[in-house]
């Protein structure tokens, strides 16, 4: 069983940044891709962002690209979600995800444990 923290969010304005940190516990993250994906109200959960085991490839969701990194720290299990150039239209809660695959995906029914989310506010 994993069990995943968020932590980071908060009210931000438009053009800052934030970092997402998703700390995972119970067992190491070893063999296990990550994602984030984000919710805002009214619409359906979508994909940010994932990345392979052990953090040599990612995929970003063409509405963040060039704005927002994933990156991992397999010492610390942990993942982070660096969001720079914020718009008001990031605003939502944001989840990390665990994957038993070491392959990263979009596919958000593929991933095995969710976090509780952390809310992302920008302000115009």
């Known amino acids: 069983q994993v069990q995943l923290v968020e932590s980071g969010g908060g009210l931000v304005q438009a053009g800052g940044s934030l970092r997402l940190s998703c700390a995972a516990s119970?067992?190491?993250?070893?063999?296990?891709?990550m994602g984030w994906f984000r919710q805002a109200p009214g619409k359906e959960r979508e994909f940010v962002a994932a990345?392979?085991?052990?953090?040599?490839?990612?995929v970003v969701a063409v509405s963040v690209k060039g704005r927002f990194t994933i990156s991992r720290d397999n010492a610390k299990n942990t993942v982070y979600l660096q969001m720079n150039s914020l718009k008001p239209e990031d605003t939502a809660v944001y989840y990390c995800?665990?994957?038993?695959?070491?392959?990263?995906?979009?596919?958000?029914?593929?991933?095995?444990?969710w976090g509780q989310g952390t809310q992302v506010t920008v302000s115009s």
């Open positions: 995800a665990a994957d038993s695959r070491p392959r990263a995906t979009v596919v958000g029914a593929a991933y095995d444990y």
């Open positions: 119970g067992r190491t993250l070893g063999s296990y891709s």
């Open positions: 990345i392979n085991w052990p953090g040599d490839s990612t």
